[in-house]
């Protein structure tokens, strides 16, 4: 028989237990997205400092200075008031230490020439909610 235009087409059919099952496991899979891109970060932030084929983790609230062999010679690298910069290398053009400190999680900074790189990891109050960028 025709459909006549009286019913849907479709209705009247059930939902089925594996079609719940289906949406159930999607939802589920959709919130568990959400954690790593809305939950808290990694705890306190921290500064990896690379170089000479060794590596160390300060906590970026400690007061350290270090300095970092590589092959032109030592890099000073210098943890401070919740932020890590390059104060010297030997390297020719000092580019390293004109950038500055870097403060954020994901932020780095290196001297290439003498293979000394300083990162921040996990997170701190003052980057925690803060826009990192605009645009429009």
Request: charged share 15%; with cysteine; aromatic share 6%.
């Amino acid at each position: 028989m025709r459909n006549m235009g009286n019913t849907p087409r479709g209705a009247g059919k059930a939902v089925k237990p594996f079609d719940l099952a289906v949406l159930a496991f999607v939802l589920l899979l959709t919130l568990l997205s959400l954690i790593p891109a809305y939950g808290k970060g990694s705890g306190e932030a921290r500064a990896l400092v690379r170089g000479g084929g060794r590596s160390w983790v300060f906590p970026l609230a400690a007061g350290e200075r270090l300095a970092v062999p590589g092959p032109l010679g030592e890099t000073v690298v210098e943890i401070r008031g919740g932020r890590a910069r390059i104060v010297s290398s030997p390297c020719v053009n000092q580019t390293c230490v004109a950038a500055g400190a870097v403060h954020s999680p994901g932020q780095w900074t290196a001297c290439l020439p003498n293979r000394v790189m300083v990162s921040i990891s996990g997170s701190n109050s003052e980057a925690e909610g803060a826009v990192d960028a605009a645009s429009w």
